[in-house]
């Protein structure tokens, strides 16, 4: 197995913690590169503590909350105090033997403990550093904080989110940071290819804030050609129709109509076809001139008949559609169970961690889950003593002055 790893011999030091920067990693440990975790002694990463729900260990003891093992599988936990001059000499040794950085502080914040790329390119010229940053690092904002909130929030994404008559509504999970973590990701896969094909070395800066606005795609491209501002339009889309959900007998359903003759078969089928003012309909244009009739029409049948009687029908003749399921129904259905959406794994004080499986499948990589997310410091005595060549006396020393 560990012969398929696509990134084996990598080694990664990940100074990030909460989610966009721990993401990233996440992505590249599952891709078979070696993922030494940094955290501060006795607290660790934040989510550590962002509970309930809280996991149990062996001895059914509360331990970490679940949100710290949604981002942190596959990695070698760390703890070092960063402020104090052992702490600095620990990085920089970590640093001298590893191929990628990752950081998530704010602008400027490692220099003060010289642990800065200009620092740690003088021991080690090849290293690739990857800062993901609220703001660009090189901007006024550079050293202004940021959380996904307020992202979601102040780049746009809230102002599109939400129903049309409503309030802005931020996005049921941290997106802003996921996304974030997601460019970091493939920006440092780029590097490492760069770096084996020219040797040219790359500093890598994710902004939060740009990273969402990119991706807020046909919205941007929408304001910016066609000039009107996007507005909030619920489960609707602003570009294609009928493109959202709908009341049924007994529920909801989402009609996702993406080509003409998608809706032809669509029509024919909820058998409104006769429908006098069905020409008004006939290609995606006129359907979002005349969207408030269309589904005035739509709904008016869609209500007759249950949920699963309607998937059952749309399916048959390929119109996409689907449920709209709750998290449990998600992880209950057979498709679900087909693929494996769950995988478990373990760490020195649990058994048995559930984690959601990556969802890329490869033809010749396998990812493996049997390492849960660590236990703050589970890895310390492996990385000081196998990789720094730490005695077990100076190891005894930095715990009592609380270095690691």
């Not at 909801?252 to 109509?257: E, F, W, Y």
């Not at 005035?296 to 998937?311: D, V």
Request: charged content about 25%; proline content about 4%; glycine content about 6%.
């Amino acid at each position: 197995m560990k012969d398929k790893q696509l990134l084996k011999g990598i080694r990664i030091l990940d100074l990030s913690r909460i989610l966009a920067g721990p993401w990233a990693t996440q992505l590249l440990a599952d891709y078979g590169a070696e993922v030494i975790k940094i955290e501060r002694p006795n607290y660790g990463d934040e989510t550590r503590k962002w509970g309930p729900p809280w996991n149990s260990d062996k001895n059914n003891k509360r331990s970490d909350a679940a949100y710290f093992y949604a981002a942190n599988r596959n990695k070698q936990s760390l703890t070092c105090d960063i402020s104090k001059p052992e702490g600095q000499i620990i990085i920089k040794e970590l640093a001298s033997k590893s191929d990628v950085l990752v950081e998530n502080f704010k602008s400027g914040t490692l220099s003060k403990y010289g642990l800065n790329i200009e620092e740690l390119r003088k021991i080690n010229s090849d290293i690739i550093y990857c800062s993901i940053t609220a703001y660009g690092n090189k901007s006024s904002k550079k050293t202004e904080p940021g959380y996904d909130a307020m992202i979601q929030a102040s780049a746009g994404l809230m102002s599109i989110t939400g129903e049309k008559q409503g309030n802005p509504q931020k996005v049921g999970v941290a997106i802003s940071d996921i996304m974030a973590g997601m460019y970091a990701a493939t920006a440092i896969l780029g590097s490492l290819f760069q770096r084996l094909e020219t040797g040219i070395i790359q500093d890598i800066n994710v902004p939060l804030f740009d990273s969402q606005v990119a991706w807020l795609a046909n919205q941007n491209m929408n304001f910016l050609i066609g000039g009107k501002v996007p507005e909030r339009m619920g489960n609707a889309h602003p570009n294609i129709a009928p493109y959202q959900s709908y009341n049924t007998k007994d529920g909801d359903i989402m009609i996702a109509i993406g080509s003409d003759e998608q809706f032809r078969k669509f029509i024919k089928l909820i058998q409104c076809e006769n429908t006098t003012n069905i020409k008004n309909f006939k290609n995606n244009h006129q359907r979002i001139d005349n969207i408030n009739k269309l589904n005035e029409i739509i709904s008016s049948e869609l209500i007759k008949k249950s949920t699963s009687i309607w998937l059952k029908l749309l399916k048959k003749y390929s119109i996409p559609c689907g449920p709209i399921n709750n998290i449990e129904d998600v992880f209950n259905d057979e498709y679900a169970k087909e693929q494996q959406f769950v995988h478990f794994g373990d760490n020195k004080s649990h058994n048995s961690i559930p984690t959601v499986t990556n969802p890329v499948k490869f033809s010749n990589h396998e990812t493996i889950y049997a390492q849960a997310a660590p236990d703050l410091g589970e890895h310390k005595h492996y990385i000081l003593s196998k990789l720094l060549n730490y005695s077990d006396d100076e190891i005894t020393s930095l715990e009592s002055k609380n270095i690691i």
